[in-house]
């Protein structure tokens, strides 16, 4: 007889993002000449940079050749793309990560549910709340939850990020091990400056906490007091892993590529009290559990960097950020309540009349054929609030917030 993981039972069967789809397409069923617009899920419309898919077919063709056809690829990436990821995401800030601290993966969301293999079952985690819901749910197939009561699991620490505290999450009131930060956030779309950031790696370092930062925005951050990278901050590299992704930065949903900072500098405990480098464990874990990126995408992520590709994306972001302005402005100026949009692709909007999150999801979803993100869906402290993504093509964009000014709420 074999038995099932339990901890994956506990988790619920329907998905923020299906329990959405099955409301729409219900909604599609009932009518079919209905013309809804998603603002909802966070997939990019834009297709790839012109160098990408060049870069791409280049290395297509290179593998239909026998002699430079390539078959498994280095554990941590290939060469080519980690001196460009140096290069580029970090020597360009001054921020000092080696090569051998980079490993390349086919995404954020991989690597960020896949890190909790490496780390104890014992571990209290800490997660800002709303928050990206793999954090979550990833915490308690690893054991580490604890059970649901309500909506929030007994052992996480949830960290209320609100209005009234400007989405600038408190220091964790409770001795926690590992806390999750997502700067730009998701779902909210706000930042932190280099002040309050600091104040999470002085914490962290005093207390031995570990930080696992996701970085998946960093491309669309526009003010210059917003870090790129957690290893702007001194001591970071003590206590911080990073988490990379090209799924926004340059289109990649489809393709699959990201990649993760564990710094050598990085260590936790055993039991015992051994310290242990964190690099070293997950070198190992990946050699064993993940044979690496595919050529071609690792060669179309290096495209990024390039000087047209760097051109390229920074045209996409621009058309994504400019949508995220045509949102933003468009709601305030009906008196709506928004954040973020500024340095994210996502806008953080305030339900009106005291709407409940889902309520006004089903308001505007069959009032205004829009389709959003329920902010409740991320969270208790996303009550009350929809999130609207930037993601979508300018005209459906433009075209949806016209009907949201033109509404009698
Ligand atoms: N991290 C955050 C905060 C995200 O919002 C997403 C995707 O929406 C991911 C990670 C996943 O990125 P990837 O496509 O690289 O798996």
């Known amino acids: 007889m074999a038995f099932v993981n339990e901890n994956f039972l506990k988790l619920a069967g329907n998905y923020l993002f299906a329990e959405i789809a099955a409301k729409v397409a219900a909604y599609k069923a009932n009518h079919p000449t209905a013309n809804v617009i998603s603002l909802g899920i966070g997939d990019v419309t834009r297709p790839l940079a012109p160098a990408v898919v060049e870069a791409m077919k280049k290395a297509t063709a290179e593998m239909a050749v026998e002699e430079t056809m390539r078959g498994y690829a280095p554990d941590r990436g290939y060469p080519f793309l980690l001196e460009a990821i140096v290069k580029n995401d970090f020597e360009a800030r001054g921020i000092d990560v080696t090569q051998d601290e980079i490993f390349v993966s086919d995404g954020a969301k991989s690597d960020t549910g896949n890190f909790g293999d490496i780390l104890s079952a014992d571990n209290l985690v800490a997660v800002t709340d709303p928050v990206y819901p793999v954090y979550v749910d990833t915490n308690v197939m690893g054991g580490r939850a604890g059970d649901l009561k ?155 960097y390039s000087p047209e590709g760097k051109r390229q994306i920074q045209e996409t972001i621009a058309y994504y950020m400019e949508n995220a302005r045509v949102i933003k402005s468009g709601l305030e100026a009906i008196g709506m309540t928004t954040y973020g949009g500024v340095n994210a692709p996502y ?63």
């Open 150 to 304: 309500g909506d929030t699991w007994s052992n996480i620490q949830y960290l209320p990020c609100t209005a009234q505290n400007g989405f600038t999450p408190a220091l964790p009131a409770k001795q926690v091990d590992v806390v999750y930060l997502c700067y730009p956030n998701n779902p909210t779309g706000t930042t932190l400056s280099k002040a309050e950031l600091k104040k999470w790696v002085d914490y962290a370092l005093q207390n031995n906490v570990l930080i696992l930062f996701d970085a998946a925005y960093e491309a669309f951050i526009h003010e210059s007091d917003v870090p790129h990278s957690i290893y702007e901050i001194e001591g970071a590299k003590q206590v911080a892993v990073e988490f990379r992704s090209f799924s926004k930065t340059a289109g990649f949903t489809g393709v699959r590529c990201g990649y993760n900072v564990v710094p050598k500098a990085l260590k936790v405990k055993t039991k015992l009290g051994q310290q242990v480098a964190l690099n070293d464990v997950w070198k190992r874990r990946q050699a064993t559990k993940f044979n690496g990126t595919a050529y071609v995408v690792q060669r179309a992520a290096e495209a990024v």
């Open 347 to 409: 806008i953080w909007v305030q339900t009106p009349n005291r709407h409940t999150s889902w309520e006004f999801f089903d308001r505007l979803l069959n009032e205004l054929q829009i389709v959003t993100t329920p902010g409740a869906g991320f969270g208790a402290s996303g009550e009350g609030f929809v999130r609207l993504t930037a993601f979508g093509k300018k005209s459906a964009t433009v075209e949806a917030v016209e009907r949201i000014k033109s509404w009698k709420l």
